[in-house]
């Protein structure tokens, strides 16, 4: 077999080493095209992976809801009026936005700038947020409990009971290294609760710190006498619903209820999850197909320079050629000769280009790890590096048969009479 030739291989590194500065420059064409690919590819993962890393426990498809105070008069209302949003507009959004798949009122005692709980266990005290919870909220945002322990449920809602949940620094603070706090009971605001589970705090999960306390919402509006007032609405759509339009029918309605002017864009306002998901996205499916346009071009680029570097090679050679014809050459082992060595030159422009690409990956995945920011893991895909290769590999050939044509038209008879 030709490849397998040792004179095959002998007269390629021959060519090379004749015309090693050119060979190296369009080389370097290749390699950088695959290099420009497997960076922008990676790097475009990595934020992919970082931001559904942070916002794991949260579903993609959510958004939250809250009111605010007007600012346009409407229905004989003046401006500046102050809403509060109640438990029964839950059960109108439900029945109103059939997208809508999970929706937990929430309400907190703490958080945003108000008054904590004062929280007292034995001879320790701290001041902690206090959250009155649905259990349908773990269907939103997901409740990491230690083994042991568990989350506000439905009979917990029913019976009003009192018992909570409390997070990582409250239990150090308030417990230590060597009581088990399941079981133990706190004194939340000079009411007792009993303690059934450990929440472990996850950064992005939504709003809150590791030292949240969750009650049932029920028992929190017996023990803050709130009635049916509602802090936030926590909203999950469903996975094939249009969050956007989602956030906007939610807004119609509240507005409605509440008797708020179809134009007044402050009374209720909103942060929309799933639209940053979905921008996030895009941004990395973009990224990913401008590496993949930038890497081919340049690809193509270094690919018809070896071609050219090959043309050079074989009106250089024409004497050599004519000899090989004269002597028995086929064609077709000279038309191989040619392509084999584009083959090799775009192959090892593209193992050494991936590599170096590898390395910078890995650069890049240290270097942002003491960063605050959402980036994890910029790997690229092994079927697409093989994939690229691939496309490396065909281009050599369909470039190689140019020069490889060339050298197969040389007559014999006139290629010795070269000088």
């Known amino acids: 077999m030709l490849i397998l030739s040792r004179d095959t291989w002998q007269e390629i590194f021959g060519s090379i080493q004749k015309n090693k500065a050119r060979t190296i420059i369009t080389v370097i064409g290749v390699l950088w095209g ?11 993962k990595g934020l992919d992976n970082g931001f559904e890393e942070r916002f794991e426990n949260i579903a993609m498809n959510s958004m939250f809801a809250w009111a605010q105070t007007t600012s346009v008069p409407y229905a004989g209302f003046k401006t500046g009026r102050p809403i509060q949003l109640k438990l029964g507009d839950v059960r109108t959004l439900a029945t109103r936005v059939p997208e809508i798949q999970y929706i937990a009122p929430r309400i907190v005692k703490g958080a945003f700038g108000g008054e904590s709980g ?15 919870d649905f259990p349908v909220l773990s269907k939103i945002a997901a409740q990491k409990i230690y083994v042991g322990g568990r989350f506000v449920n439905e009979g917990d809602i029913k019976e009003n009971r009192k018992v909570c949940v409390i997070g990582e620094r409250t239990q150090k603070e308030l417990f230590g290294k060597y009581i088990d706090p399941i079981g133990k009971f706190i004194r939340i605001d000079n009411v007792f609760f009993k303690v059934i589970g450990i ?3 996850e950064d992005g999960g939504g709003f809150g710190d590791d030292g949240d306390i969750t009650i049932p919402f029920s028992t929190y509006r017996k023990l803050y006498n709130t009635g049916d007032n509602v802090g936030w609405l926590a909203i999950a759509a469903y996975d094939d619903a249009d969050v956007i339009k989602v956030e906007q029918d939610v807004k119609k309605v509240l507005k ?35 590496s993949l346009v930038v890497g081919i071009a340049t690809i193509i680029a270094g690919v018809i320079g070896i071609g050219n570097i090959l043309l050079i090679s074989v009106k250089e050679r024409t004497k050599e050629l004519g000899v090989r014809r004269a002597l028995g050459a086929t064609p077709s082992e000279v038309r191989g000769q040619i392509i084999l060595e584009s083959v090799f030159l775009t192959l090892i422009a593209g193992i050494f280009g991936i590599i170096l690409g590898s390395f910078a990956l890995k650069g890049i995945a240290v270097a942002s790890e003491g ?11 092994i079927p697409f590096v093989l994939g690229a290769l691939f496309i490396m590999v065909v281009l050599g050939t369909l470039i190689g048969l140019i020069p490889a044509q060339r050298a197969v038209s040389i007559k014999p008879i006139d290629a010795l009479r070269e000088e």
């Open 118 to 132: 004062s929280v007292v266990y034995g001879q320790r005290t701290g001041s902690y947020s206090v959250y009155g």
């Open 199 to 201: 929440k472990k705090f």
């Open 34 to 44: 695959i290099f420009i690919y497997i960076v922008l590819s990676g790097a475009a």
């Open 371 to 381: 960063a605050d920011i959402p980036y994890t893991n910029p790997t690229v895909p």
């Open 256 to 290: 409605k209820i509440h008797k708020i002017s179809p134009e007044d864009e402050r009374a209720i306002g909103s942060f929309n999850l799933g639209e940053l998901f979905t921008k996030i996205s895009g941004f990395a499916k973009g990224l990913t197909f401008l």
